[in-house]
């Protein structure tokens, strides 16, 4: 039965990395992975009833994310549809290229702590495809803001699903993971970004112009992105001071800024409201995204359901000795894997006893786990969109990018280790 389970996981993983060569969507194939998993799990002999108990723990648990990322999702939609990006994009004026990479990198960085590393690459990626007319050049910066969005969502609870995962989780407090990973999250960002600062110094580009021109009137501009962005920023504060769950404060900030826009456009006609409401923004969303989480947190709550991930706990404790030996080996393979089952199977296979809040080993693996996915461009959320937007190679990102995003995330982890001394 074990067997039987490990070689589904093994196999939709396979066409979850050969998606483009399959043509079947990874969403798609993680669903049928994680159901599979628990139909074996059911006829393998277990008690029914212990079976149904075990499912509806890990979809409580899964739900709470889903509706995060929903929520978060939605808001970022609606302020995307009001122009509110146009607050930040239009004060790029600058026409040298070193120094456009630093400005998207930072805004990267910073935004994707505030959003998460995808809804900021695709932001970011669509900006500088409107500045940049070199296709080469368009890959490089697309490099550089999947490195900055994926180290940017690492030292944020809200930044990554894995730092969410595990903030929701209990395993990390938000205030605690802000600090402990700031500054090894701005190393692994400023390795790479140097490299590539020196590479175009002052090449200059031409500006487009009237780029970041919107119909949007600025007054709806601001008020919508300024009620999105504190809406999310209150998320994490909502959850110190009540001690719920965060999706309720994404909950409560999603009809907060449900609640304004509909006062500011209660006047128009009802054409115009329903280009600007929750129901444009839901069609918008990416909901194949949610449904993905879903299918691979499914497939994982299957693997811990029946005790693999808590051999695969002792089997990584016998042959590798350290902690932080894991936790980087971990980080590796998320070059490969995305990090989500990665954390997700770290969560099965350590419990809080092991290893309480704020541990260090919680931090390193949100470390290590979000920023590992790098490396590679299918390793991560943010590379897999900016993969598809620019249609950018496999091959050239692994020769001219994975081995600036493989130094950032060594100089990133030895920094956090030197901290933790």
Known sequence: MIELIVVIFVLGYAAIAFEGSLRIHKAASALVTGVLCWVVYMFSGAESGVVNENLLRHVGDIASILFFLLGAMVIVELIGAHDGFSIITKRIGTKRKGRLLVIVGVITFFLSAVLDNLTTTIVMVSLI?????????????????????????????????????????????????????????????????????????????????????????????????????????????????????????????????????????????????????VDAALQKADSPSILFFLGILLAVGALQSVGILNGLSGFLAAHLKSDTAIGVALGLISAVIDNVPLVAAAIGMYDLKSFPMDHYFWELIAFTTGTGGSIIIIGSAAGVAAMGMEKMSFFWYLKKISWLALMGFLAGTGTYLLMMI
Not at 210 to 217: E, H, L, T, Y
Not at 231 to 245: A, D, I, S
Not at 271 to 276: A, D, P
């Open 129 to 277: 495809r409107k500045l940049l007319q070199k296709e080469e050049d368009r890959w490089y910066f697309s490099g550089m803001i999947v490195i900055a969005a994926n180290a940017g969502g690492a030292w944020s609870p809200m930044g990554d699903v894995t730092t969410t995962m595990l903030w929701i989780g209990g395993q990390i407090s938000a205030w605690n993971i802000m600090v402990k990973l700031l500054v090894p999250s701005m190393v692994s960002c400023l390795v790479p970004m140097v490299f590539l600062w020196a590479k175009f110094g002052n090449k200059t580009f031409e500006m487009p112009k009237a780029v970041m021109r919107s119909q949007i009137p600025e007054r709806e501009q601001h008020i919508v992105f300024v009620v999105g962005l504190v809406g999310l920023l209150f998320v994490p504060v909502f959850k110190t001071v009540t001690h719920l769950p965060p999706f309720m404060g994404m909950m409560l900030a999603l009809g907060v800024i449900w609640s304004v826009i509909s006062l500011l456009h209660r006047g128009k006609t009802k054409e115009v409201r329903k280009n600007f409401s």
